[in-house]
T-cell receptor, first 112, second 118 residues
């Protein structure tokens, strides 16, 4: 089964609103990453947060990490129609090979 | 920088034939590349880790004789789906991780290859 579980599975909002997506995982991690995928396309790396970090910002993105609860959230502020995509969290346990384990993803739809 | 390409972007083949998918890191060297499979509306499932100059490491449940991986150089890994069947139809995505100053973190993903087996 997937390491990460995300909620909500789908989120529909209006342009200008904020979108929050959550990710939970089960084991200890080295870092957690968020990716975006447009329909039928490859993944775009958005942001990486390390296990010793609690919050990170990048433009309109804000990511938090709570290792005690094994959870992370991705906040997109002032959303735009172009933000419509699937968003995945992925955990890196930092072991040999550093394989990523992906969550189930959240389908975000931003309505103009 | 950090661009990964895949070829072909889509392929249709007959059941029983073999299909080769290439993954290239265009502007960096990658000692490790990863191959994922993604079914419609689902997440990415790691199939195998491809290491330059050595055998690939396959995830549990992935048949190594069916999904042949070759990582011949620091910029190229290939995935060959042998004797493809309709259930192998999927979106195959590779990723590559640059080796920078001994740090291995971000993976860069290719655009994916859509395989349809008739």
């Amino acid at each position: 089964s997937q390491q990460g579980e995300e909620d909500p599975q789908a989120l529909s909002i209006q342009e200008g609103e904020n979108a929050t997506m959550n990710c939970s995982y089960k084991t200890s991690i080295n870092n957690l990453q968020w990716y975006r995928q447009n329909s039928g396309r490859g993944l775009v790396h958005l942001i990486l947060i390390r296990s010793n970090e609690r919050e990170k910002h990048s433009g309109r993105l804000r990511v938090t990490l709570d290792t005690s609860k094994k959870s992370s959230s991705l906040l997109i502020t002032a959303s735009r129609a172009a933000d419509t995509a699937s968003y995945f969290c992925a955990t890196d346990r930092g072991a040999s090979g550093s394989r990523l384990t992906f969550g189930e993803g959240t389908q975000l739809t931003v309505n103009p | 920088g950090a661009v990964v390409s895949q070829h072909p972007s889509w392929v249709i083949c007959k059941s029983g034939t073999s299909v080769k998918i290439e993954c290239r890191s265009l502007d960096f060297q990658a000692t490790t590349m990863f191959w994922y499979r993604q079914f419609p509306k689902q997440s990415l499932m790691l199939m195998a880790t491809s290491n330059e100059g050595s055998k690939a490491t396959y995830e549990q449940g992935v048949e190594k004789d069916k999904f042949l991986i070759n990582h011949a150089s620091l910029t190229l890994s290939t995935l060959t789906v042998t004797s493809a069947h309709p259930e192998d139809s999927s979106f195959y995505i590779c990723s590559a991780r640059p080796w920078t100053s001994g740090k291995e973190e971000t993976q860069y993903f290719g655009p994916g290859t859509r395989l349809l087996v008739l």
